[in-house]
């Protein structure tokens, strides 16, 4: 674990041998594209061999088409998980949808050396008062 304090050194990611930038390159419209007409291409396929009858070379059409979509939709999702990481490197956000503090948060507005010693000691003497307590007056 790094210390919060100390920042992180980290390198741009790189694509074709520069920076990379994340208006360049394919989005996330494009890759749903590619992921529901690849879906379209999984059922047709099999369905026109079997069930409809259809000319082999059509179905052999449509597995070759499905395989390079394969192949383009890889590269696609590959380029995108790039593009995440090089968004990370400004650091970690907070969740859009998120109430509760993260974790970062916690650590961050965790007491530090003494400070927590003496808070563990005294979160250590409630429990031990509590339990030494008579049943009755236990909360």
Same mark, same amino acid.
């Given at each position: 674990?790094?210390s919060?304090? @100390? ?25 749903? #594209?590619?992921? &529901? ?10 369905? =026109?061999?079997? &069930?409809?009858d259809?000319?082999i070379?059509l @179905?052999?059409?449509? #597995? ?5 979509? $394969? $192949?383009? =939709?890889?590269?696609?999702?590959? #380029? ?17 949808? =998120? ?8 650590? /961050?507005? !965790?007491? =530090?050396? !003494?400070?927590? /010693? /003496? ?6 003497? &409630?429990?031990? /008062?509590?339990?030494s &307590?008579?049943?009755g007056?236990?909360?």
């Open positions: 674990m790094t919060p304090h @100390t920042p992180r050194k980290t390198q741009p990611v790189e694509y074709k041998g520069e920076p990379l930038e994340a208006a360049r390159g394919p989005g996330l419209g494009c890759f749903w #594209f590619q992921m &529901a007409l690849l879906a379209v291409l999984i059922v047709l396929t099999p369905l =026109s061999a079997m &069930a409809w259809w000319p070379w @179905t052999g059409v449509l #597995f070759v088409a499905m395989l390079l979509l $394969l $192949l383009l =939709s890889g590269q696609t999702m590959i #380029f995108l998980l790039r593009i995440v990481a090089a968004g990370r490197d400004e650091g970690r956000r907070r969740p859009l949808a =998120s109430t509760t503090p993260t974790v970062g948060e916690l650590e /961050d507005g !965790a007491p =530090s050396g !003494a400070e927590a /010693d /003496d808070a563990g000691q005294a979160a250590g003497e &409630a429990v031990a /008062d509590a339990r &307590a008579p049943p007056m236990r909360q």
